[in-house]
């Protein structure tokens, strides 16, 4: 690991905008059936294991890499998502498939993540969906920089001292996973349960 913080923070206070019961419109990449990511979370998951209810750790299912948001439900015409949706279709369909390297982890104070590779590619598809987004709204939504693709294996549940983690992470022996992306995923998300959890809206195939 080279990101060493001192102190860890509670990932779960609510942001801006959110609460019990909200929805929102984003978009990520999800690992159904990437059996090797599966493979490598779950390693992660023993590893910190031991430290109890200080992390929480993601299950196979909720596996993400968030890409861009859209905006909250209610606060967002479904037709301009439908449309979105549609330019997207059109400009991710001119990008390939992603190849993907994931890990080792590094930490956050908020998280343990790991780092995806290339992230040029990734970025590329960022940068459509944010055109697409652009093609419908007047404003879109989340910053173009500061965007590093990457996944989260456990988020911290608390504040408290970084150590214990990083030297659960230190004994980590792990090889990094392989992911083949073909498509990028709207979803509905919400994190009502102290987990960021979705239903699909559209899944949209690249190339």
């Known amino acids: ?13 609510w942001r801006p905008g959110w609460s019990a019961g909200r929805r929102f419109y984003t978009w990520h990449l999800t690992f159904e059936g990437q059996d090797d990511v599966h493979r490598l979370a779950a ?10 209810e200080s992390l929480t750790p993601i299950p196979d299912e909720w596996l993400h890499l968030t890409m861009q948001g859209i905006g909250f439900v209610g606060e967002i015409e479904e037709a ?7 330019r997207a279709r059109t400009r991710l369909s ?7 390297e994931i890990g080792p982890a590094v930490l956050d104070p908020e998280a ?11 970025r ?10 652009g093609d419908v709204l007047s404003e879109v939504p989340e910053k173009a920089d500061g965007f590093t693709p990457h996944l989260s294996v456990a988020y911290s549940a608390g504040d408290g001292p970084a150590d214990p983690v990083i030297r659960a ?3 980590a022996d792990v090889t990094p996973a392989s ?6 995923e709207l979803i509905v998300i919400n994190r009502d349960n102290y987990m960021y959890e979705w239903e699909s809206f559209a899944k949209v195939p690249l190339g």
């Open 124 to 133: 590329a598809v960022r940068a459509a969906i944010r055109e697409a987004i």
């Open 43 to 52: 390693e992660y998951r023993a590893v910190l294991a031991p430290l109890g």
């Open 112 to 122: 343990v993540l790991l780092p995806v590779r290339p992230d040029g590619p990734v």
């Open 94 to 100: 001119q990008l390939p498939a992603l190849d993907l």
């Open 1 to 13: 690991m080279t990101n060493r913080p001192e102190a860890m923070r509670n990932h779960w206070w």
């Open 169 to 171: 992470l230190d004994t």
């Open 80 to 86: 301009d998502v439908h449309a979105i949706t549609d």
């Open 179 to 184: 992911a083949y992306i073909t498509a990028a």
